[in-house]
């Protein structure tokens, strides 16, 4: 364990998700799940396609309800029921379909649901493309488009706009899901940078990808999920990534993998 | 995400090669092509119909005429804007403005009276206008909670509302007609009474100019404040200069609509004034219905691109989710948009009945269509998100001129259905055409 690890392990921390779960209909998605997430860590939360991590994100972010289990944030038991509770707490989600309305252009989007407004509640267009060309300068500084629709945006930028949205509002815990799916290699290392940059801040992240070496590179913890149910919570210095790729696809801990199965991934 | 922005084409640039410098100065005005194209659609609309009828259509009896009959479709379109942009439709304009209209005229003559406030009481008939406003509101607003908070389809609930509001229209009169209204109601459908006159018709110009001049100037300061690039002054200065001609040649050509000769003689001869040879000429000026087109497209157009509103509005249309996951209200965005409509509805029939005097059982019968085709000839999509408020009345006023000027030129009526519809069908393959075209933007 390091040692920065073990210091956070003494904190409360910023966000406790107990005993989640989710049903549609009889599908479990999310199956007693614990997770938890300390300041300036970052907790990469993997698993296959359906294990349930989007799903068990979006109770966090407001876009679902838990049908049991708990939330804490700061220690506090709390409840999230939309999206603007979730806002209400700190709590930013950049999601894997970015969520931005199409027809309306980057301030627009940036400030969705959280306009600047004159003292006659007229929507403040200035003060809005200011501060969204403050924060793109920041995240995409070639970006110039701030009057386009965002529809005409190419995927970096479109993902660039995601971002801002969320870093603007002071996120304290911010979610990623799949953050460098739609993106080059420069786009790539250029959110991987903005994460360790944002985790040196004191923000909390958790972290969704597909991608085992993002996780690796980037995250303190990881969590693994399968089939709606948590594998297990792993110091990212304590595995290797044919440990937690074994508990991606077998859905069991290093240790409770018998011999045969791990031969058989080989293979 | 550096390299990112250098490969995104500049606009429409790689396939056009054409007058590019032409080109470059429309964009700097930052005009909408799109709006401009269709004012000069209905120019030629117009011009064409003139010409057709041996240079006698275009004369400001006919223009006034042509305008006050679109006034009730065109301020209906404006809300048909919003509910189609967030992905419903309303199918019970029509309707709403069928029982509005019965519900002004039972009160002016019927109801009130009976409270004690008859139609000689002066302010009688704006008692019946604030509750015939407040009965299109709730109306639409019971609408907009059947769709926005029960799930139940707009396209299910404004048919059920097409088909019970207008039978309502019987069940309210008992099938009768209904008229005689309070003097100063009629005028709000225009005509000789209803037309401001002509100071107040400079007056109007008047403001219209200082607005479009003070708003050119406050945007300028603003973004200059912010550092933000700004048009360049010529641009600036050749907007304002068409605002105000347009602000001032619309008053002149309203003031050149004089009072039928026969009213006028009637006036010189009341007034104890002596004709002068060739008729007494006083100048009309707006009447009531134009200047309400005026006014709920301007407050139309504030609530869509200037308030939190019309904002969700659009974002709601270019991707329901999105909207939801930012945290917006969506049930009650939607709701509000229905009482809007409803609203515009009940002011669209206070033109109506006012002009008849009245209220039949018909009133408002198939503007749902007109509300519609108007919004889409206008500019609106009915893939959410896209459509402006001003293109949507310029649409109304395409689709009346087609009408009108058909009928000028003695095409009987079945035939101008045919073409409407032709119409209608040709503007939106032309617009569908063209957005295809430049969606690669």
Redesign the interface.
Known sequence: MSEAVAAAAERVPLVEMRNIRVAFGGVRAVDDVSLSLYPGEVVGLVGGNGAGKSTLIRTL???HRADSGEILIDGQPQVIG???DA?AFNIE?I?Q?L??????NAP??VF????A?TPW???D??TM??ATRKVMGR???????FN?PVQ??????R??VAIARAVYFNARILIMDEPTAA??P??TA?VRDLIRQLKNEGIGIFLISHDIHDVFDLSDRISVMYHGRLVGTLNKDDVTTDDVLAMIILGKKPGEATREELEELRV | MADAMTSAPASGQESNRGPRRFRGAVAATEVDVRLFGMLFALAGILLGFHIMSGGKMIQPANMVTLVVQASGVAIMATGMVLIIVSRNIDLSVGSIVGVVAMSYALLMTDWLPALGLGLDSPFQWLVALAAGIGIGALIGGFQGFLIAYVGIPSFIVTLGGLLSLRGSVWLLSSGAAVSGLHGEFRKIGGGVLGSIGETATWLVAGVACLAIIGLIVYNRRQRQRYGFPVRPMWAEVLLGAIGCAAAIGLSAFANSNYLPPGLATQFAVENGITEPPGGLKIPLGFPWPILLVMGVTLAMTFLAIRRRFGRYVYAYGGNPDAAELAGINTRLTIMKTFILMGVLCAIAAAIGSARLNGATLDVGQSDELYVIAAAVVGGTSFAGGIGTIPGAVLGAFVMQSLAYGLSFNGVNSPTQNVVAGIVLIIAVGFDTYTRRRGSTR
Do not use: H, M, V
Request: charged share 20%; hydrophobic share 25%; proline share 4%.
């Open positions: 972010s407001g876009a939309n999206p603007r806002k989600c999601y379909t969520a931005l309305a199409d027809n309306i627009g989007n969705l649901g959280r306009e407004t509640w007229n929507l267009d200035g493309e200011d995240l995409n500084p070639n970006f110039k488009r386009s005409s945006l190419s995927g970096g930028q993902q660039a993106l080059g420069a786009e250029q």
